[in-house]
């Protein structure tokens, strides 16, 4: 490089002391306390030792480790710390330091010191013959060194760190190198219009508020709760898509954008979304059918249908347990024909159910909520819970999932049940108030069954385990119906 070159060689190292203290006995310290800075053992290889003979007639003794602090290769604008061990490796004598600083032929102007541990002689300042840094036999300070390159020149960075003490000076080497700027990236922050906590089936619209030049490119993306498979619309390349939140859990949105000059942001930028039901009771449904190409195929698709009932309905024992069903009864069985039913005290609708979706395709989300469940801890209430596969339009078998929330709290989940076209899906029973809001009993009653009730003559039902409590070709208050208005069941 010659001498008219512009380039110029800027090291920014910056060296802060902190205290810890060190494994050995303390020894009486020839200072005042307000003069004297202790710290706890810290460990490390030492590098390196001198020893000198202090006005007592002992010897001094200080370490370094390491000996040469090294930085990596740093972009223009970026930093690095590294520490530095200062220790006494005395057994008997203390050691006074009384000054830190940077080798004469350094910048002035490029390098700051300052002792952060509390007690640290000058206010901060580093340690003088006036008001020394006295470290006790076998004590150590931890000095933190700063590289933070001020211009590229390509060419290693040099510094020297010298220490001036009872045990002489000492010189501590300093290397780095610089490098190019990294290149500048659009920032970019994004959120979502309703908030960070919505409820299930929430339509969320995104935003993204980029700093600088405007975005000429959009790459949105989203990561789900199981059960949920909704797609951003109407596309995840555009500035502002929007979002039908269903199953409850948390939602991570993030975009990546590029400016006119094709720069990417990086990393991209990320948001959480967290979908919490209110309703005291809610129970949710979600499915998958392998045979049905996609959830948002045109045409009918695998219908499964998500039923709650009170314990007042009542319809023929189809499933051979003994007791009455409660399917299908109008108007205590509420599902996608009975969405809206009036129950309970007619002074309130918010102990009636609600049901305000009713999906039709593989990676369908169905729910039914009620707001204020009906029941005491002397007179529990008990709804039942179940899944009919209604029709699955030559599909095939589909899985599914059940959950139920109390106080928007998730108290049970059954996931992977499959169900044949015509199966209806005995969940279990909800008791409410239960043990997740103040109740006696447990949340939720499971039911398992050992076999098929019908063809055994008598009930296998409610089991403490087993499979899940499935009835084949069960007959539904609603005609159904395959292809070519087939009928599903003989």
Not at 262 to 288: H, K, R
Not at 399 to 424: E, H, I, N, R, W
Request: glycine fraction near 10%; include cysteine.
């Amino acid at each position: 490089m010659g001498s008219t070159s512009k380039t110029a060689k800027f090291l920014s190292l910056f060296a802060v002391f902190a205290m810890a203290a060190c494994s050995g006995s303390p020894a009486p310290s020839p200072t005042s306390a307000s003069d004297s800075l202790f710290s706890d053992t810290v460990t490390g290889e030492i590098a390196s030792s001198d020893t000198a003979t202090n006005d007592s007639g002992g010897p001094a003794c200080i370490d370094f480790s390491p000996a040469t602090v090294a930085f990596p290769i740093l972009a223009v604008g970026t930093a690095q710390v590294q520490v530095l061990i200062l220790q006494n490796c005395s057994t008997t004598t203390d050691l006074v330091v009384t000054s830190i600083s940077l080798a004469a032929s350094a910048t002035p102007s490029d390098f700051a010191f300052k002792l952060l541990a509390p007690g640290s002689p000058g206010d901060g300042a580093p340690p003088t013959l006036a008001k020394p840094l006295v470290l006790m036999p076998g004590k150590s300070t931890e000095i933190q060194v700063t590289f933070a390159p001020l211009q590229n020149t390509g060419l290693p960075q040099q510094g020297t760190l010298v220490v001036e003490s009872s045990a002489g000076e000492q010189q501590v080497p300093l290397t780095g190198q610089t490098a190019p700027p990294q290149q500048a990236c659009p920032a970019v922050k994004i959120s979502a219009q309703e908030g960070e906590q919505v409820l299930p089936t929430t339509l969320v619209h995104l935003g993204g508020v980029k700093l600088g030049p405007p975005a000429q490119q959009y790459a949105w993306s989203v990561s789900q709760p199981p059960g949920a498979s909704q797609t951003l619309q109407p596309s995840a390349s555009v500035a502002a898509p929007t979002f039908l939140v269903t199953v409850a859990g948390t939602y991570t949105f993030c975009l990546q954008v590029w400016d006119g000059q094709g720069s990417q942001d990086c990393p991209p930028a990320c948001t959480q979304l967290l979908v919490t039901p209110n309703s005291g009771l809610y129970a949710e449904l979600w499915w998958q059918t392998p045979g049905e190409p996609t959830p948002t195929a045109l045409g009918p698709g695998s219908d499964l249908d998500l039923h709650l009932a009170h314990a007042m309905a009542s319809q023929p024992d189809y499933d051979c347990d003994g007791q009455p069903d409660p399917w299908f009864s109008n108007p205590f069985d509420c599902f996608w024909f009975n969405y809206w039913p009036e129950w309970d005290s007619g002074a309130t609708t918010k102990d009636n159910p609600a049901m305000d979706l009713d999906d039709r395709h593989t990676g369908g989300y169905e729910y039914i909520k009620i707001e204020e469940p009906a029941g005491t801890p002397y007179d529990v209430a008990t709804y039942s819970l179940g899944v009919h596969y209604w029709n699955d339009h030559g599909f095939g078998p589909a899985t599914a999932t059940a959950a139920v929330y109390v106080m928007g709290a998730k108290v049970a989940q059954y996931s992977g049940t499959v169900l044949q076209p015509g199966d209806f899906w005995y969940v279990g029973k909800i008791a409410w108030p239960n043990l997740a809001n103040g109740g006696s009993q447990a949340p939720m009653q499971a039911c398992w069954q050992s076999g098929a009730s019908c063809p055994a003559k008598k009930s296998l039902m409610w089991q403490p385990s087993g499979a899940a409590c499935i009835t084949a070709c069960y007959p539904s208050g609603v005609l159904s119906k395959g292809p070519g208005d087939v009928p599903l069941c003989p």
